[in-house]
């Protein structure tokens, strides 16, 4: 009897004493394989971070996320001295199945190690440890805590490459540092696409240097819904954003809309329309009323200078040429167009990525189409995907962070239906479409339109924490309600920490 009470002492006291704050598995989005066992890992003052110098800049973003919260210094070191607590981080050719963005963590006593095959997958691996760490972590100024990290292990890898984001700085301008932010908050969720609606009929957001009055007289102050806002990126604060969302593992797509949704473009350019008269500018929020002119040759010396500007300024693969809604447009006027124009993203190296509706034209077979509909059938969907379209999934009804919660929402449309969180969360990306088979769809994509958002209050209000459900369908292989509301629960104080005011929903029993 004496040697049993004992053993449980001994087996219960030292488990007490680093009783770790989170469950390994608590982690959003859900990891792959998570084994819990052995003991607990102390973030103390003597902590290093060892990492080869190809992992250099990976280990001093771990740093930089980790130090203020704690006040240790947490130096970045090639290799740490025996009997130092070490986090350490290493890349190299590590298990196929972890693929260009998986990783493998183990957690003991004396040290974590995060293998990956590449820094990207070191990056995912950095998300999934800050979770592990209980939530003051994420605290600006120093905190008192115990910083344990549960011991086990997490092998972990996506099931769909692309999981994106988009923002839309037409309708309301957001700013680069507004940018950076949301940026900062979707690669912790391993979001690793950021789409930029730089286009609309209200204004027009990004330097093109061969038309200059897109952005001097298309980003001037006043352009924006209800003429609240204005501004626009240039060049260099576009390549600033590329690079900081590099940083990020965050690839920046560009999509410049047409041949609709251009009254801004023409308001600057009347050559652009038809008749060659400008249109009043429009703050209003009306949607397919302008289009290009399909049959002015001016309309292509247009839109290939715009394309080699931006492709020339991007270094991710994808170019956005939108496609929605031309309802100005004949399809006849369409498919002409787009006959054009898809081909021309390829030619200045890019692939091409557009709304569903390119789907009608042939060229479309070696492009990318984003689906936005709120059925689950799309015969001409399906059938470009017969001959090689590959798509990216953000149905309207489930994906778009710009709809309402509830009708009780201050923000957003309802167009689409009222979206909870967990009706952005039960859907399958890989099964949602007839037709549309998983081999097709290169991920998800969560669209936030700016027709009611103003400032990044109103984006962290309407994207978290539906945004984190998007962003578990594209990585994680299983969707589970009930196990992703209580890992949503816990993580609602994280975001308190970094102050991002996200909407408390009923339906999630927050910490
Ligand atoms: C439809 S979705 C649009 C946008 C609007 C959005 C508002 C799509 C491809 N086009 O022009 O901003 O609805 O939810």
Redesign the pocket.
Known sequence: LLACVLSLTAASAPAEATRPAVALGSVVPAPVEVRPHGSAFQLTERTVIAAPRSARAVAERLAEALRPATGYRLPVVDRARGGTPVISLASGREEARLGAEGYRLRVRRSEVTLRANSNAGLFAGVQTLLQLLPPAIDAATPQRNRWTVPGGEIVDYPRFAYRGAML?LA?HFHTPAEIKRYIDEISRFKVNHLHL?LS?DQGWRIQIDSWPRLTTVGGAPGTGVDGAGGGYLTKADYRELVRYAAGRYVTIVPEI?MPG?VNAAQVAYPELTCDGVAPPPRTD?A?GYSSLCIGKEVTYRFVEDVIRELAAMTPGPYLHI????AHATTDDEYLTFQERVLPLVARYGKIAYG???IAQAPAARRAVA?Y?GLTTENATLAAAVAGGTKVIM?P?NRA?L??KYDPATPLG?N??GYIEVRTAYDWDPGTYLTGVPESAVLGVEA?L???TLRDLDDIEFMAFPRLAAIAELGWSPARDWASFRTRLGAYGPRWEQRGVGFYRSPQIDWA
């Open positions: 839309d309708r609606h609309d809309d949704h929020t949607v939108g496609g929605d809604e709304w569903n509706e984003q936005w953000s309207a778009y710009d709809m449309l167009w689409a669209p339109w700016s027709e």
